[in-house]
């Protein structure tokens, strides 16, 4: 009757379950590898289910033996074997009852006893998705509990441990690596032409919403108080100096080409030799000369021109028109957008190079970071809080998705495979209830019957 009872609660299961899955689809098709290893014993399971045959017959035959040892004592007594019979019929028939009762608890956690279809049997089949959705309420509740997260990693002190982890050459190399080879992996999956227009974007409205005009302003002011500007007037005028010195004759030819053609030939050289000499006398003056009038005239307009560009509305105007222009240009666009393909390049170049400076710097402080972690309270603490709170967030965050991975997952299960599997893994030691329950049941019986009789004599 009990195996009866069973194939038709499977065939119930079966036939609920194929309407699941109809009804929900691709829900059913996520969850069809996890019921192909439930509904698959592996050798360990075989071993316990056979563990578990062997304890049920121990716990049978004990109910057997207090059977027969209750009716031949019941049959001593009536041949008038003595009091003793009496003790013992008591205590064989308490044992029989312990037994039939733990039998029958132990059998309606996975099945109607008998096949009888008694409120409360067949607990784990029948309540299968209930014990899910309570057992992700646990494992909620009591493991992803923000005191309990931050308990339990504090305990650990992993920012100790990652120290001492981290301050082994060895173990600091493999990080380098494989930190190179993540962003060797990051910079190949990204696209060039979407960088690049994310990198333009950003340094053109960068530019944009900066005023540059009051900057340059400060800047040149704080240059021309310095006397940073005389060093380049310096070169400028030297290497005009020489320019001209070299050039005399290209100087010359300017001023014969720009001159009237109804002029006579000898008078234009003469004003070509004038205006090359004056040019070259003028140079030769700021060059030798530190207090020229015209180096004395340049520094009043680059004070003036400083002055402008911080207080003065027409210029900062001006200056942000110009800027505008010039990032506008496609050749200053072009120019953005290759940054960021040369930066690439350097960067890959680094992170495939094992003696790189790149990865000679994040190899040394790493191993610096690992010594500070094992050896200073602080770093400790402050490593410690991080990871603390990171595991804080992502438990109580995503709490519910971590536990309705718990219910789906057992909803997922067939319940008649469940029952078996759980009853292999844990039916060996209820079986010792069982037993327990006729030793116990006897030595209760026992004790009654011995009371009684004292209390009666």
Known sequence: ?????????????????????????????????????????SPADEEKRRGVRRMKLTATGLLLFVAVVYVLAEWASHQGAGPWAGYVAAAAEAGMVGALADWFAVTALFRHPLGLR?????????????????????????????????????????????GAWLAVPEHADRVTAELSAALRGALTVLRDSDVQAVVG????????????????????????????????????VTRAHDWLVLHSDTV?????????????????????????????????????????????ALDRFLTDFASDLQSDTDTRARVERLKSEIIG??????????????????IVSAAE????????????????LGARMSLD?????????????????????????????????????????????????????????????????SLAGLLIYTVSRALGA
Do not use: C
Not at 209 to 216: D, K, L, S, T, V
Not at 353 to 368: G, H, K, N, T, W
């Open 252 to 296: 010359m030819d300017a001023v014969h080409g720009g001159a009237p053609g109804w002029t006579p030939k000898f008078v234009d050289r003469k004003v070509g030799e004038r205006v090359y000499k004056e040019l070259l006398r003028f140079v030769t003056e700021m060059r030798d000369m530190p207090s020229h009038p015209a180096r004395g």
């Open 118 to 162: 008694i409120p409360h049997t067949a607990i784990i089949p029948t309540k299968k998705d209930q014990l899910g959705v309570s057992l992700g309420e646990f494992v909620g509740e009591n493991f992803l509990s923000e005191d309990v997260v931050r308990q339990r990693l504090r305990a650990v002190g992993i920012g100790s441990r990652l």
């Open 377 to 441: 309270p602080k770093v400790q603490g402050k490593v410690d809080g991080w990871l603390e709170s990171a595991a804080v967030y992502v438990v109580t965050t995503y709490r519910k998705e971590i536990t309705s991975l718990i219910t789906d997952t057992v909803a997922s299960w067939d319940a008649e495979h469940t029952t078996k599997k759980i009853e292999a893994n844990i039916g060996r030691d209820l079986q010792f209830i069982r037993i327990n329950g006729t030793v116990v049941g």
């Open 329 to 346: 240009r496609s050749e200053v666009q072009d120019l953005i957008a290759s940054v960021w393909t040369a930066v690439r390049s350097m």
């Open 1 to 41: 009757m009990e195996r009866t009872g069973t194939t038709e609660e499977a065939e119930t299961a079966e036939t609920t379950e194929n309407g699941g899955r109809n009804a929900e689809g691709q829900h059913a098709r996520t969850g069809a590898s996890t019921n192909r290893a439930m509904n698959t014993f």
């Open 353 to 368: 190079d094992e003696r790189s400076e790149l990865r000679l710097r994040v190899r040394a402080s790493l191993l610096s």
């Open 201 to 236: 974007e950003a340094i053109t409205r960068r530019a944009d919403a900066q005023e540059i005009a009051p900057g340059m302003g400060k800047l040149l002011e704080r240059i021309v108080t310095d006397g940073g500007h005389k060093r380049a007037v310096d070169v400028i």
